[in-house]
């Protein structure tokens, strides 16, 4: 592989993908992938190059976050039985990470499997940081439409990183609270784009830095995001791109997994309305089915607050549970091929009533007694839904009910099981019973969608096995579940300390 000096500013594009611009990202060097170079100042000398290197950007994160990551935590998670073949998937579900990070694609390549999922979320992220950085340099002053695009494109930037580095603490750092100050290791941040090897070998920040990162760069973006795509000034494929809620929304989400619900409760009012029981903005689809079968950008569903739409990720199109043969949860099998169902310990947990619209329609019961999750197998190619308002009415109902806000809880709690079609919670509801409730109302509402296993990290609650003979409770706060750096990682970068 060539080396690059500190001092280069010549980044590599491709032409035919519309400057995309790539970094093998984590602990690597600049990943040089065309046989066509361009200097980046021109790469991003307009804002249409601007946008393909924001489209990139978002390939990389969304088709991680829809597919990749949904599925890693639900196979580590305790309501999936998972009896399929492939052998990375069964090292997830066997929760054997070190076998995790000696998976090589094939036998002729020898790359890292999950390493190379790594590598494309800090391409994201460090595709986001090029243009931040291009922005601030002017290099698409002279376009006569940069002006009016060009706090969307900075918006969009600091939300793309921000997301990027919280899911991949996620994953590879342990859960937030494991120390009472948070100190303990996150991942590696860079601030700035990355194209030597030199500034890449740095420690992990502490989880303390990288939550206050992301908290930062959120802050930003939902100042600069706009409410909504304006086709007077953006273009056409901005539409299923972030904007202003979308931000808000993912604050909710770091907050709630701090459980800083002080923080979290007044963002959640602005993004849904304060008033419990309704929701004025983002409103719940009549239907539990119409959240899942939307696709494109101009087909969205206001309850999908955060989606990965069709335009964004090309090449995955399709849920990866749908989208061949060999997926975990496909619909089309029969019983004796699936790979993957819903366990007993989920049967047992989410107590679906029999009128429950969502165990009538997102479940499949097979002869044998197999309940398969076909929330994404109700159509093709669909827009995955990575943040639903469904979410955020559940978090706030946990909210009011932890203050011992009964009434307002239970209105809350009741819009979900309203469009459900299931009797709604009585006023006459103790708090105790009521929390329950609404832990099991999350259960029902966000099954399969890669919420339990963090949901359990947040609440400090013990891992279960699930149905898993013979395994062992797993503590929340422990590295058994958190992934760890492959050996080409720790030899690149002998800062990183990995999660033993």
Sequence with gaps: MINYNKNMRKIAIMALLLSLITFEGC???????????????????????????????????????????????????????????????????????????????????????????????????????????????????????????????????????????????RFWARAWNATADNSHPGIVINTVPVDDRVSQIKPRASLAEVYAFIIDDLTQAINLLPDAYDPTIHPASYNGRAYKDAAIAYLVKVYFQQQNYAKAKPLIDQLIGSSAGTLAKHPLNSSVTAPFTTRGPSNQDPENIVQNTCSLNVNGLSPFWYSASAAIYNSTLAASSLQGYASNAFIQNSKFRGTDQRRINWFKTYPTGQLLPQKYSLALQINIPLVRSAEMVLDRAEIYALANDLPNAILDCNVTRARAQ?????????????????????????????????????????????????????????????????ALEMSLNPSLVNNY
Excluded at 48 to 55: E, K
Excluded at 99 to 113: N, T
Excluded at 137 to 152: E, H, I, L, M
């Design 422 to 486: 299931i009797p709604l919670l009585p006023p006459t509801i103790t708090q105790s019973s009521l929390i329950d409730s609404i832990k099991t109302e999350r259960i029902r509402e966000l099954c399969f969608e890669g919420d339990r296993l963090w949901n359990l990290k947040r609440q400090r609650l013990p891992i279960p096995p699930g149905d898993r003979p013979g395994s062992a409770v797993l503590p929340w706060d422990g590295v058994d579940l958190v992934l760890k750096y492959a």
């Design 27 to 169: 602990e690597k060097k600049l990943n040089i992938v065309p046989t066509f170079f361009s200097p980046e100042e021109l790469a991003l000398s307009s804002t249409s190059g601007m946008d393909a290197g924001l489209s990139t950007a978002y390939g990389y994160i969304y088709g991680e976050l829809g597919l990749t990551f949904t599925l890693w935590s639900e196979l580590m998670a305790d309501h999936l039985y998972f009896q399929g073949t492939s052998t990375n998937y069964a090292n997830f579900y066997n929760r054997d990470l070190n076998s995790v990070i000696a998976e090589q694609v094939s036998p002729i390549d020898p790359r890292i499997v999950n390493d190379i999922v790594l590598r494309q979320m800090y391409d994201g992220v460090n595709s986001a940081s090029l243009i931040l950085r291009a922005v601030d340099r002017g290099y698409a002053n002279k376009d006569v439409s940069f002006a009016a695009n060009k706090t969307r494109i900075q918006g969009e930037c600091h939300f793309i990183r921000a997301v990027g580095y919280f899911e991949m603490a």
